[in-house]
């Protein structure tokens, strides 16, 4: 009934049917409610909240990474104030310390580029290039027109 009646087509449309929130809806055949009832009459939709229930269940089998009703914590790799202090200690110590994956802002542009060159030439002979092998590429064709233009 999703997909045919409903035409559920996407993981937005199942979370639209699942999360609908309509305080007179009452979880039997017949509820009046207002979106089951649209349902009911413009979808031929038999059974609304069975429709819904199963978009419930649906939406539960979805990994948080994917769910949109889930909401994750963004990524944030600088280290906490602790963290900075025991790495401060830890290189005062000559011990380990965490590795701190914030990049620091270069103050240009020219500072933010680094090459990495050997001081030294690799090899003191110039570079060569084989000579072209020599293919006949073009050939004469000859070609027979009949016919004025």
């Known amino acids: 009934c999703l997909r045919e009646n409903h ?3 996407s993981v937005q449309h199942i979370s639209d049917i699942a999360n609908r929130n309509d305080p007179t809806h009452r ?11 649209k349902d009911r009459n413009n979808l ?22 994917w769910n949109p009703n889930t909401t994750t914590q ?16 830890a290189i005062k110590k000559n011990e ?7 990049i620091p802002l270069p103050s240009s542009v020219e500072e933010g580029f680094r ?11 110039p570079a060569e290039q084989d000579p072209p092998v020599s293919v ?5 064709v000859s070609t027979d027109i009949a016919g004025t233009h």
């Open 96 to 102: 380990l310390v965490l590795f701190d994956p914030k």
């Open 44 to 65: 031929k939709c038999t059974k609304p909240f069975k429709c819904a229930q199963l978009a419930k269940d649906m939406m539960e089998c979805i990994l948080p990474k």
């Open 27 to 37: 979880k039997c055949k017949e509820c009046m409610c207002n979106p089951c009832s």
């Open 115 to 125: 090459v990495f060159t050997c001081p030294e030439p690799q090899s003191k002979t």
């Open 74 to 89: 963004s990524f944030n790799p600088d280290l906490t104030s602790d963290q900075i202090t025991a790495n401060e200690k």
């Open 136 to 140: 006949e590429l073009y050939h004469p």
């Open 7 to 9: 035409k559920v087509t």
